[in-house]
C-alpha cells in the first residue's frame, strides 16, 4: 500500500497524481493502480508520467468508474499500486528523436523526453496533438527541444519523418496507425515504436487477456509491450 | 501452518488453496510478486494439445463484481509446455496441477498421451471448452456427453484425474456423479458462467464470440451452492472455486465441502491476495482452537 | 415519449419498461414515491391461492453487485389481492401484470380460476416455486415436468400467459420453446439464480432453507446471454430482466432481443430508478435518431 | 440528492452525520443512506437521532462496508436519504416516560426524548447501557429529567419498569428481550415499545425481507414498524 502525496486537478477532464513509491520505473512503463477494496474488480494500468526516488506520478484522464475514484484521491489517501510493469522504450538510443503522443498519451513522454535530453548529443521534439483545450505545455516546453501543439487538427500532419533516428508515439490507435503510414510513405517505418493500449486483468502476463498480434506471434501489451515496433505490429 | 495441511486424492497439500487455471500463466509471473511455493498448489494455464492463437477481439469486460474473459485457450502447447515451464514448475514445492483442455476427443487424447510421459501431480481436466465438432456446444454441458470424455481419459491418463466442472452444464450434480462413477480423483469447479455483454453504440456483442465467461465476485454465491450440492453427492474430494476473494470465502467453501479452494480472479485484485487468504484461514483456525482444517470441512 | 411505445402479445406497453415481481409489492409504495403511471407496466408480488407467511430466518443477505433472498412467497392470498389491490392496480394507466406461483398444480389452478374471474392485463406464472410434492425440486427444472404444468394452465387461463423462467433449468431455451409450442403468448427471464451463504461463525447456511435467490447486478450478464438465447430461439415476445441497474443496461436487453424490461433489484437502490432507465432510453433513442424502440430490438 | 452538513467523529467506532432536509420525521422513524452509485447493492437503514427545520442527523456506529463509507464523508459531499420511513415511537403520549437504549439503538432516544419533553407534564428519564466507552452523555443529559449510565453491565438492572407510564426502548434484540421479561415480572409488559432491528432491502415496505413475526400475523419491520407494542412481537 502506498501514500498519496498530491492530487493536482489540471482541468476538467485530468489530474496528476503524486505517490509515493522508490522503485525505480523505465521509460514507458505503467503500474496497474487500485485505491479501492474488491470494487471494480480490475484494476487500471496507468503509465508513469514522471518519477523520481521517492515518488511516481501518473497523468490520468477521467473516463469511466475507475479513473473517477482516482481523480478524487486526496493527500495522505491509500493507494494500490502494482508495478512497473512491461517494456517501455528503447533506453539507450542516441540522435534525433520525435516524441508523439495524442490525447492523454502524451502521458509516458514526459520522463522519456527527460531522459533523452540527459544525453547531451540527442535532440527531442515533442509533438503533441489535443482535440480540446491544450494541457501541460510549459511542462513539456521545459524537457525537450522543440515542442509542437496542434489543436483539433492532426498532429501527424506537422512531422517530418525523414528528420528524425527515432520516432517514438503514444495516443489513440487511430492516430498511430496514421502516423505508421506516412512514416511507410516516407520509408522511416522501421524507427518508428509504438505504444499500445489494450484491456487488460492481471497486467503482470499471466492471464492472456491482453494479447497483441505481431508478426512474432501473440504478444503480451502487459508484459512484452506495451511498447513494440510499429512493423511488429503492423508491418506484414 | 501444519493445521492448514491436507489431502486431495491422497496428494498433500501444505494448504488448501491453489492458484486457479488461466489466472496465473505457469506461475513465473506469480513468482515475481511472491515465492508461489507459499501456496498448497497452481494449476496451469489450459493447455490444449497443439499451439493455440485464442480468439481475436477483446478478450476482457469489467462487470459488477466480476468481469468476462474470452482468451480461449491460447495456449502454447503441451509440448512447448513440457519443454519450458514444467520443470520449472516441478521443482518448486508445491502441488503441480496441469490444466487440460481440447476442442475434440484427439485433442484430449493426444494430450494426455503426453503428459502421460512425464511427472505432475494432478491432471485437471477441463470439459468446458466448446466442441468444434459438435457446433461449439461444451462437452461439459449434457452428463452423458461428457462421461464419453472422462471414460476415455481415465483410461489413458496414468496421472490422478480430476475433472474441472462447468457451472453451465445442466445437472451439475448428476455430471459431478458421473465423474466418480468413471473413476476421476476428484472434481474441481466452478468454471466460468456463461454470460454476454453488448455494445449499444455499436449494436454488437463485446466479443467476437458473442458469449465469454463470467468470473469473480459476482459469481460466488451461485459457484459456493453447486460445490455444496456436489459435495454432498459425492465421495471423491472436490476443489472449490468461483469468486474467492477473502480467507472467509475460502472457509465457506471449505465449510461447503470443498477440500482445497482456488483463486482465480481475486488475484488480479493483488497478486499475493492468496497469501492473504491463507494466513486468514490459518489465523482463524487458530483463534477458534481448530487443529485441522479437516475439521470443518463440509460441516455445513 | 411514443418512441418507446411497444406492443407486447397484443398488448401496449407506453415504455418497455416493468417493475419485477417481488420488488414493487401490489404498487402502492412505489406510488408514494412516484407516480406509477409512468412506468409501462408492474407485476405483483408474486401471489400463491392462499395466503402463505414466507420463510422463517434472515431473507436477506447482501453479495458483491448483488443480494439474496429468502421471502418464501409471502402474500397474501390471491383473493386478498382481489379484494384490496386490484381494482386500485387496475385503475392506473399502465399494464397490470399478475404474478402467479404455487407449491402444486392445485395451487396454480385454483389461483388460475380466480383470476379467470377478474380483469388483468397478462398473467405471468412463476414456475420456478419449489414443488413441495416433489421434495421442494422447481417445477421450472426440467422441460417436460413444466409443460405439464403451462399446459394445463394455458388450457384454464383466459387471460395473456406469461410464462417466468427460471436461470436454473436445466435448458432454458428448451423450456421456452415448450412454453411457446404450449401456447403462451410469452415468456420472461430470469428469475433469481440459485446461491448460497454460509455464516462462518454459526457454521451454519445464513438462510434456514439452505438456498436462496441472488439477484442484482451480478447476474445481469448471464440473464442477458439467456435472454438472447431465449429471444433468438422462440418466436414469441419475451420479457427480459436480471440485474438491470442502467438505461444502458436495459437497451442492451432489448438489442437481445427483449420487448419489455423489467426492473427488480435496482429499485432497492432507489425507488424511482426506473424512470432514470426510461429517461434515458428515450434520450438515447432521441440523440441516435431512432424512432421506435422496436427498430433495435434483437438487432444483435 | 442531499448534502452533508457536517460529519462528526465521534470516537473509533461512532459518528455523527449531518445530512441538508426539509422533510418533518417522525419520532423512531429511519431514513435509508446511500452515498454510493451501485455497489454496495443496499442502502442502509439509520434512525433519525435528531433533526430541524433544515437538517436531519444521524448517528452511526461503523460496522461494515456501508457504515465506512458513511464515515468518510466530507461536507459538502452528496448522498441520497430516502425517509423518513416507518413508524416510530407513540408520539402524543404523557405520563412518566423511561427511553432504555443500548449500544447504538440509543440513536432515535435522542430526538424522542427532546420531543416528550416540550410537553411540560412529562417526566422523561433515559438509559442508556454501553459495553464499552460511552457516548454522548452530555447531550443525553441536557435533554431528560434523569439519565441513567450504564457500563460494562445491564442496563436492565437498573430500572424499576413500574415507575413509567410508557417504556420505550431501542438496542440489541437480547437487551430489549431481558426488559421485556422484567416487565413481564413487574407487569409492566402493556406499556413496554421496542424498536426491532431486521436485515432490509426496500425499506419502504416493498419486498418482504424485513418480516417480523407478530401476535396479528407478519408485519413489515419498515412500514409498520420498526416500532412495535413488545406483547406485540414477544406476546402469546
Ligand atoms: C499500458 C497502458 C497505459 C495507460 N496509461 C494511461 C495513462 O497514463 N493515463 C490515462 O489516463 N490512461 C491510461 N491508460 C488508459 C487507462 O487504463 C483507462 O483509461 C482506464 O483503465 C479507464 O478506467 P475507468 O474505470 O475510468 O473506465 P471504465 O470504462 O469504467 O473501465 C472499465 C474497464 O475497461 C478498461 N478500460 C477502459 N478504457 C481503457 C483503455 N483505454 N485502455 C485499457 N483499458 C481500458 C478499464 O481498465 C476497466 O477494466 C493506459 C492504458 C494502458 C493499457
Ligand atoms: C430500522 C433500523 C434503524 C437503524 N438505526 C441505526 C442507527 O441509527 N445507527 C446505526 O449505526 N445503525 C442503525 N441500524 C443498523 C444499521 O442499519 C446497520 O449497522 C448497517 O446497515 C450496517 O451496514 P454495513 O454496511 O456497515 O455493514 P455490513 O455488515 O457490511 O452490511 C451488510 C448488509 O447487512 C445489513 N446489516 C448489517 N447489520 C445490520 C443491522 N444491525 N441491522 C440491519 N441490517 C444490517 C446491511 O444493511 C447490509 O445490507 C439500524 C437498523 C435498522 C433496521
Ligand atoms: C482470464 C481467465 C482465463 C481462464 N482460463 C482458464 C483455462 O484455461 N482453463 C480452465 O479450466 N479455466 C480457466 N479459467 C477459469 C478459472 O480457472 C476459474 O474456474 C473461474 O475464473 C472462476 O473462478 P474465479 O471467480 O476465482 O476466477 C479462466 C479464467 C479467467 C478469468
Ligand atoms: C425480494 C425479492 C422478491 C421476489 N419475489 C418474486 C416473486 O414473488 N415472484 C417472482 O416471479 N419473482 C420474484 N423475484 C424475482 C424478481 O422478480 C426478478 O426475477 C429477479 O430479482 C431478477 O431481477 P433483478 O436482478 O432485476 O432483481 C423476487 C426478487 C426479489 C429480490
Ligand atoms: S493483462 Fe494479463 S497477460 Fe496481459
Ligand atoms: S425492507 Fe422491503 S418490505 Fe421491509
Chains 1, 4 share one sequence.
Request: hydrophobic share 40%.
Amino acid at each position: 500500500m502506498s501514500k498519496v502525496i498530491s492530487n493536482e486537478r489540471i482541468d476538467e477532464d485530468f489530474f496528476l497524481l503524486k505517490v509515493e513509491d522508490q522503485k525505480l520505473s523505465k521509460i514507458g512503463q505503467f503500474y496497474m493502480l487500485r485505491a479501492w477494496d474488491s470494487y471494480p474488480t480490475l484494476s487500471r494500468p496507468i503509465s508513469v508520467y514522471d518519477s523520481d526516488d521517492n515518488s511516481v506520478s501518473f497523468l490520468v484522464k477521467i473516463v469511466g468508474e475507475g479513473t473517477e475514484i482516482l481523480s478524487e484521491l486526496k493527500k495522505g489517501d491509500d493507494i494500490e499500486i502494482t508495478g512497473p510493469l512491461g517494456k517501455g522504450f528503447p533506453e539507450d538510443i542516441s540522435g534525433k528523436i520525435a516524441l508523439v503522443g495524442g490525447g492523454v498519451g502524451i502521458a509516458p513522454l514526459f520522463k522519456s523526453a527527460k531522459e533523452y535530453k540527459n544525453n547531451p548529443n540527442n535532440t527531442v521534439d515533442v509533438y503533441l496533438g489535443f482535440s480540446g483545450t491544450p494541457i501541460l505545455e510549459e511542462e513539456y516546453k521545459k524537457i525537450c527541444d522543440n515542442l509542437i501543439v496542434n489543436v483539433g487538427g492532426f498532429i501527424t500532419d506537422d512531422i517530418d519523418t525523414t528528420k528524425y533516428d527515432y520516432i517514438l508515439t503514444c495516443g489513440p490507435e487511430i492516430m498511430m496507425q496514421v502516423l505508421y503510414k506516412k512514416c511507410k510513405e516516407e520509408k522511416t517505418d522501421d524507427r518508428l515504436y509504438v505504444s499500445m493500449e489494450n484491456r487488460m486483468a492481471c497486467g503482470f502476463g499471466a492471464c492472456l487477456v491482453c494479447t497483441c498480434k505481431t508478426n512474432h506471434g501473440n504478444k503480451k501489451v502487459c508484459k512484452d509491450g506495451p511498447v513494440f515496433l510499429a512493423n511488429e505490429v503492423w508491418g506484414e | 501452518m501444519s493445521r492448514l495441511e491436507t489431502t486431495f486424492a491422497g496428494v498433500k497439500f501444505k494448504n488448501p488453496v491453489a492458484l486457479a487455471s488461466g489466472t496465473c500463466g505457469f506461475g513465473r509471473e506469480m513468482n515475481e510478486f511472491f515465492d508461489i511455493e507459499k501456496l498448497g498448489g497452481i494449476c496451469s494455464k489450459g493447455l490444449i494439445e497443439h499451439p493455440h492463437g485464442g480468439n481475436d477481439g477483446i478478450r476482457v469486460w469489467e462487470t459488477p463484481s466480476g468481469m468476462m474473459n474470452s482468451v480461449g485457450l491460447e495456449n502454447p502447447g503441451v509440448d512447448a509446455f513440457i519443454e519450458n515451464d514444467l520443470a520449472w514448475v516441478n521443482s518448486k514445492e508445491l502441488v503441480n496441477i496441469v490444466n487440460l483442455g481440447g476442442h475434440s476427443i484427439d485433442d484430449y487424447l493426444s494430450g494426455v498421451e503426453k503428459l502421460n510421459k512425464v511427472n505432475l501431480d494432478i491432471l485437471e481436466l477441463n470439459i468446458s471448452c466448446p466442441n468444434v465438432k459438435e457446433g461449439g456446444m461444451n462437452f461439459g454441458v449434457k452428463t452423458e456427453a461428457a462421461r464419453e470424455v472422462v471414460k476415455l481419459i481415465r483410461k489413458e491418463c496414468k496421472h490422478k484425474l480430476v475433472v474441472k466442472l462447468s457451472p453451465n452444464a445442466e445437472d451439475i450434480v448428476s455430471l459431478a456423479r458421473m465423474c466418480e462413477e468413471e473413476g476421476a480423483e476428484g472434481v474441481s469447479l466452478t468454471n466460468t458462467f456463461l454470460g454476454m455483454a453488448i455494445d449499444i453504440n455499436k449494436r454488437k456483442p463485446v466479443f467476437n464470440n458473442g458469449y465469454a465467461g463470467l468470473s469473480g465476485p459476482a459469481i460466488k454465491p451461485i459457484s459456493l451452492r453447486m460445490v455444496h450440492q456436489v459435495a454432498h453427492a459425492v465421495n471423491i474430494p472436490v476443489m472449490g472455486l468461483g469468486g474467492i476473494t477473502t480467507w472467509q470465502d475460502a472457509i465457506e467453501f471449505i465449510m461447503a465441502g470443498a477440500t482445497v479452494i482456488q483463486v482465480g480472479t481475486a488475484s488480479f485484485m493483488k497478486p499475493d491476495i492468496s497469501l492473504d487468504i491463507i494466513n486468514g484461514m490459518d489465523k482463524w483456525l487458530a483463534d477458534n482452537g481448530i487443529e485441522s482444517i479437516e475439521e470443518i470441512r463440509g460441516i455445513v
